[in-house]
């Protein structure tokens, strides 16, 4: 083999080794991009779900918050609104939800932090007319197989 044969060769090992580490990078980016889209998106309407009830039906409420949530959180949540359904009732209370905007704080592969900014419409004996509160959050999400649950909700 000659010396230009061998220069040939490793030209084409070297180009061989950056086009696979190319592509490996490339993958890892689209799986992380697809992680922060569904984290994103998970915490929008989990964020939004909390954020939206109404009195003449406070389980669906329960049912839905519980249904995307961690098992913990799930009872913890149960647990809270169950205190606090008497409250709703009595001042007729319904709000709705929106996400304004959201923002990946931290990510992994199982577990996601996110800032949510919320403007929620609020009605009730109180505020017969309707009222905007507008909040900011952050949700702790943990992944289970492909779904993001909702892992906590702190107010900010």
């Not at 409250?87 to 996601?112: K, N, P």
Request: negative net charge.
């Amino acid at each position: 083999m000659t010396l230009r044969t061998r220069a040939v060769a490793l030209v084409i090992a070297a180009l061989t080794m950056g086009v696979a580490v190319l592509g490996y990078l490339h993958l890892d980016d689209r799986e992380q991009n697809d992680l922060r889209s569904a984290a994103l998106a998970s915490a929008t309407q989990c964020t939004e779900e909390l954020a939206t009830y109404d009195f003449n039906d406070p389980g669906a409420n329960l049912d839905r918050v519980t249904a995307a949530s961690t098992d913990e959180f799930a009872g913890t949540y149960r647990d809270v609104s169950t205190k606090l359904q008497d409250l709703l009732t009595t001042g007729q209370g319904t709000a709705t939800g929106h996400v304004v905007a959201a923002g990946i704080v931290e990510l992994s592969d199982d577990r996601a932090t996110v800032a949510v900014f919320l403007d929620q419409q609020v009605r009730n004996l109180a505020a017969p007319d309707g009222r905007t509160d507008s909040s900011r959050m952050i949700i702790e999400l943990e992944r289970n197989g492909d779904r993001w649950l909702l892992a906590s909700a702190e107010p900010r």
